[in-house]
């Protein structure tokens, strides 16, 4: 696994676990009277742990194509389940929608690498998931809160797994192999940048494939875009390649090329990096830029790396 693959998981990790934690608090909720629910939290992080392992980036590159139709998208059921958890647990509205934008964004990921025609080789995710089931059945034996936990919810092992987590785990499979290919299109590519471009790409195709059922689950539960704070950027672009291009406040025209990017932002104490794809017919090197972002990472003490929502040329 790359340093950049990662990275992407643990940025991604806190919504993962945020859906996981509503689905097996609905589980919970349906199997457990309430008076004897004090074990679930100690269960809670036991079982999230375990099922980070599902997320693993999977080195595929050639199979047998994997039927969407063994995966269930947009199922309504399953939104019921994760979002009637949150509201029942009164969570804020922007907590909700973080969840359905979870949810969704694995939606896509899965339709997206399907009409690519990606291949997922059906003996590696069988090897990938027996490789888990096992260290679910090691967490098993060693925990007695875990092996309660499961018998109060009278699942076996087995069904735990297959019935709760195995069809999302194919989701983030498919999100990892739509990762590597834009790493082999832009192999030094900064995650944060591969992570919104194989996002946007997705989400643009199964928004357009399926936008009615889109706009009746977002209606249901009255859901919109997370709120983002918004941050600004102005500076010059000293540098563009590959994927992305650099932002330096303060830079002067007769340093860009004689400066290295690195000289050039410890020089003036701040860089960002942006992504270039949407904007390259846009911009050129030596032109002033306002630019709005709402995140960001740090690479060093004064280098970041950043998303990127809008850009204003300036004269």
């Known amino acids: 696994m790359s340093k950049y693959e990662v990275e992407a998981l643990k940025d991604l990790q806190a919504s993962k676990n945020r859906v996981m934690t509503n689905v097996v608090g ?85 339709v997206y690498a399907e009409s690519k025609n990606i291949k997922f080789s059906e003996k590696a995710i069988a090897k990938q998931m027996q490789a888990e089931r096992e260290k679910l059945v090691k967490s098993y034996k060693e925990s007695a809160v875990f092996k309660d936990g499961l018998t109060r919810l009278n699942l076996t092992l087995d069904e735990f797994f297959d019935k709760y987590y195995k069809a999302n785990a194919l989701k983030w499979f498919a999100q990892a192999e739509l990762m590597k290919e834009y790493y082999r299109k832009y192999e030094n590519s900064y995650q944060l940048h591969a ?37 600004y950027k102005y500076g010059t672009v000293v540098a563009m390649e590959e994927d992305r291009f650099l932002v330096v406040t303060g830079a002067l025209q007769e340093e860009i090329g004689r400066l290295s990017n690195e000289e050039m932002i410890n020089k003036h104490t701040n860089g960002v990096w942006f992504p270039l794809l949407e904007v390259q017919q846009k911009i050129t090197i030596g032109q002033n830029v306002n630019v709005t972002y709402s995140l960001q990472t740090q690479l060093n003490q004064y280098d970041f790396v950043a998303n990127l929502d809008e850009i204003e040329i300036s004269e």
């Open 26 to 110: 609905k589980i919970e909720q349906r199997a457990i009277p309430k008076q004897s629910r004090r074990w679930q939290y100690s269960m809670f992080t036991l079982i999230l742990t375990v099922c980070i392992g599902l997320f693993v980036y999977a080195q595929v590159n050639n199979g047998d194509k994997l039927s969407a139709n063994a995966v269930p998208i947009l199922d309504e059921k399953i939104y019921d389940m994760v979002l009637q958890e949150a509201i029942d647990a009164n969570e804020s509205q922007e907590s909700i929608n973080m969840t359905f934008q979870t949810l969704f964004e694995l939606d896509a990921y899965y």
């Open 195 to 231: 992570y919104f471009a194989v996002k946007k790409e997705a989400m643009d195709y199964f928004t357009a494939k399926y936008g009615q059922q889109i706009a009746y689950l977002e209606n249901k539960y009255n859901v919109s875009k997370p709120n983002m704070s918004t941050q």
